[in-house]
């Protein structure tokens, strides 16, 4: 007699009874059996954790295909640790969009201000230049002034010339007088030239002739063409300061040409 006839009932799926009723009929009995696959304990207990380790792998790999669908990550595999490490940095890159922009248009401005405050020192540096230029000019064109005597034409008309003839710039808060960019120096000492020693070998040139003396039948010839008087009125006419650039800058054209003579 078998005694655990119940037990192997169960584990065959039979109806509790079946088989003792089978064993014990003196008739022909087919007992039916389900579909089964019986296996060891040893290989069902393995097979079931193959299993747990399939479904959790299966799992797995759906999340982070589904994780990295809804946050817009790309990386190879399917692995829990990386889809961490890719969500930080993401998160981490995210978090930094704000304020680096913010960053930015902060340089971007600084970088306007920068460029306006060196476009107003340039401004300021030539209005400076300019300044000390006419002031410079102003010191040079008063002492030229205060040296000249009685002339035959206006003093004014006397430095315009001296000018075009001479370069003349404040060195050491000293006058230094050039011609063709070299300093005038003394034959002797090698000393530079002083403003009356220049003025000197010039003024006479240009010095108010005597009352009745020969120079006196000059007067009516100095207005005649060519000459100074004749071309300074030609510029007063047109409208042309003494003294200003385009002035100098006919009357050195003139000179060079030979159609002045000073």
Not at 60 to 68: G, I, P, R, T
Not at 140 to 144: E, F, P
Not at 219 to 236: L, Q, R, V, W, Y
């Given at each position: 007699m078998i005694e655990n006839i119940e037990a192997i009932e169960k584990a065959l799926h039979l109806k509790s009874g079946a088989l003792k009723e089978a064993i014990e009929s003196t008739d022909a009995v087919a007992v039916e059996l389900p579909e089964l696959e019986i296996f060891k304990k040893e290989d069902y207990t393995a097979r079931i954790e193959n299993l747990k380790?399939?479904?959790?792998?299966?799992?797995?790999?759906?999340?982070?295909?589904?994780?990295?669908?809804?946050f817009g990550l790309t990386f190879e595999g399917k692995k829990i640790d990386k889809l961490v490490e890719e969500l930080q940095k993401k998160t981490l890159a995210e978090a930094k969009i704000e304020p680096e922009a913010k960053v930015k248009t902060l340089t971007e401005d600084l970088e306007k201000l920068r460029g306006n405050l060196a476009e107003k020192d340039a401004q300021i540096s030539q209005i400076e230049n300019t300044y000390k230029g006419r002031e410079k000019q102003r010191t040079?064109?008063?002492?030229?002034l205060s040296k000249i005597g009685d002339t035959?034409?206006?003093?004014?008309d006397v430095l315009v010339i001296f000018k075009s003839k001479?370069?003349?710039d404040i060195e050491d808060n000293k006058p230094v007088f050039k011609q063709n960019g070299e300093v005038l120096k003394h034959a002797s000492t090698l000393n530079p030239l002083t403003a009356d020693e220049v003025l000197a070998s010039f003024l006479p040139t240009y010095a108010k002739p005597v009352q009745g003396?020969?120079?006196?039948?000059?007067?009516?010839?100095?207005?005649?063409?060519?000459?100074?008087?004749?071309?300074?009125?030609?510029?007063?006419d047109a409208g042309i300061n003494a003294g200003s650039e385009k002035f100098n800058a006919e009357m050195q054209k003139r000179i060079a040409d030979k159609t002045l003579k000073v």
């Open positions: 380790t399939t479904f959790q792998k299966q799992g797995q790999d759906f999340l982070v295909a589904e994780a990295k669908e809804k040079i064109n008063d002492l030229i035959a034409i206006p003093k004014e001479y370069e003349v003396g020969a120079g006196a039948g000059d007067s009516a010839g100095n207005h005649k063409a060519g000459s100074i008087d004749a071309f300074i009125k030609e510029m007063k």
